[in-house]
């Protein structure tokens, strides 16, 4: 299992970036996907989530800013950001997840840095 995560970069507060995490070795579209992202000193956590059907979740602290959605014929799922603030800053990671199949793979990491 390959997930190859990219799109992160340096904005400013207010700006948007796209992330992408392209799937590679598993049935994609079995895959429940999720973005996790973790800060300097502090633990790793989920802000999006989206199951094989399409439906979602989000942390609070993104909810009406990020968008996560998944395209099953490019084997990618996608996450973008808007209205970025300084406290997104952090390595963004992606996760393919299914128990039935025993997956949970993580990608490499792609950071994300905010300035104020």
């Known amino acids: 299992v390959q997930l190859q995560a990219s799109g992160g970069g340096l904005t400013q507060a207010g700006g948007s970036l796209r992330l992408s995490c392209a799937a590679s070795g598993i049935q994609f579209s079995l895959m429940n996907m999720g973005w996790y992202r973790q800060a300097p000193g502090k633990q790793r956590e989920l802000v999006a989530a989206?199951?094989?059907?399409?439906?979602?979740n989000y942390a609070d602290s993104v909810k009406g800013r990020f968008t996560i959605s998944r395209d099953n014929a490019k084997n990618t799922v996608y996450l973008q950001m808007d209205s970025l603030k300084p406290e997104d800053t952090a390595v963004y990671y992606c996760?393919?997840?299914?128990?039935?199949?025993?997956?949970?793979?993580w990608g490499q990491g792609t950071q994300v840095t905010v300035s104020s």
């Open positions: 996760n393919a997840y299914n128990r039935l199949f025993g997956v949970d793979s």
């Open positions: 989206i199951g094989r059907a399409g439906s979602t």
